[in-house]
């Protein structure tokens, strides 16, 4: 739909940012949300549509929200329970409620202690599905403070000289303010790639890269649909980060994963690798995702000013640098974010022929009455 860089591709309809948000709003509502929480739900969602993260944007309201909340394995009345609380840390439990409202909460506690101690640090059990991790990290840049941030989720990726799916996608975050017109803004999931990536595919009708999905045969396959359908069944799984062989360093990213899996349920007591899966005894039981969020005070180690020159000044040397043959440019990590949020906060957001479907599927079941392009 766009290229890297947040340019359009002619002959996808587009639905402007506040439109687009406000219908997600309407929609959380419409399945029992809190007005308030649900603001915060959709807040997350188009943050992703705007910075192109089109697997973890509106495309994620219908199958993983949605419909999570009509099967009974989702509560939209999310209840926060302070599980335990030192001064610059805190345990919560968020009782299988949303997610983005969850850790919302866990990153401003975690930017309140580091205010006032430095460093804070939250620890979550028993939510769900968050979103991007990077919409946390960033509210700790916002701040002016580093943010780190990761989540475990359902079984997909195999460990290194593995087949089984173990791991979640397990995505590591980070945020930090620079001197330019956006923060340095890192977030990627710890296997080659992940789910929402081959549902973007799935969408596309295209085949998957050779090389991102292995079976239990050990080889690649390439098929999304069938992918997406194994990846359930437990007979697919996702290569880590480098691959499924020590050769390609796949050991990197199945190490990363289980430093996620670890800090995502072995410090707040929650489930973990298979525990995960979202069945128990052939039923849909709520996922309970465990995430951490973390805050660190700049100025508590330097002037913030002068942390934020610095940092601009490795960015720009970085893009700065020698180019490979047929390329005109390096970016740094949340840079083509930035750009295709500016493009697309002007143009809208587009929307593919799959998700217009989803779309028009909730306008009729809830009721709504949106005037879109499709």
């Known amino acids: 739909m766009e290229n890297s860089v947040g340019q359009a591709v002619a002959g996808v309809p587009r639905i402007q940012a506040g439109v687009l948000r406000q219908f997600m709003v309407d929609v959380f509502t419409g399945v029992g949300v809190p007005s308030d ?47 335990r609380e030192g001064p610059t840390t805190a345990v919560l439990d968020g009782n299988n409620g949303m997610g983005h409202v969850i850790s919302k909460r866990a990153m401003e506690m ?6 006032s101690y430095g460093m804070g640090m939250v ?35 195999a460990p290194t000289f593995g087949v089984e799916n173990m791991l979640g996608t397990n995505p590591l975050a980070f945020a930090m303010p620079s001197d330019e017109e956006f923060h340095f803004s890192f977030d990627a999931a710890t296997s080659v790639t992940q789910r929402g990536k081959i549902e973007v595919y799935a969408r596309r009708n295209q085949p998957v890269p050779e090389g991102w999905v292995i079976g239990h045969d050990g080889k690649s396959k390439t098929d999304p649909h069938q992918i997406l359908r194994e990846l359930t069944e437990g007979t697919a799984a996702l290569a880590p980060l480098g691959g499924i062989s020590e050769e390609t360093a796949g050991y990197k990213g199945y190490g990363y994963a289980t430093v996620v899996e670890i800090l995502s349920a072995a410090l707040q007591g929650g489930p973990f690798l298979k525990a995960l899966s979202g069945v128990e005894d052939g039923k849909k039981v709520p996922h309970r995702l465990g995430h951490f969020f973390i805050a660190i005070d700049i100025s508590a180690f330097i002037d913030l000013n002068e942390f934020r020159r610095i940092t601009g000044q ?3 040397e970085l893009r700065a640098s020698k180019k490979a043959p047929g390329q005109d440019r390096i970016f740094t990590a949340g840079e083509k974010e930035y750009y295709t949020q500016q493009e697309r906060a002007k143009n809208g957001i587009p929307i593919g022929e799959s998700l217009q479907k989803d779309i028009t599927a909730l306008q009729a079941e809830l009721g709504l009455n949106y005037a879109l392009p499709f």
């Open 37 to 83: 929480d649900a603001e915060i739900c959709a807040d997350v969602l188009i943050a992703a549509d705007l910075q192109g993260i089109d697997s973890h944007g509106i495309s994620r309201l219908k199958p993983i929200y949605y419909t999570r909340i009509k099967e009974g394995i989702l509560s939209p009345i999310t209840k926060i329970d302070v599980v």
């Open 123 to 157: 620890a979550v059990r028993n939510s769900s599905h968050y979103g991007i991790a990077g919409y946390y990290t960033n509210m700790a840049a916002d701040a002016g403070m580093i943010g780190i941030s990761g989540t475990n989720a359902r079984p997909s990726i």
């Open 314 to 316: 490795i960015l720009r």
């Open 110 to 115: 975690a930017i309140a202690k580091a205010k």
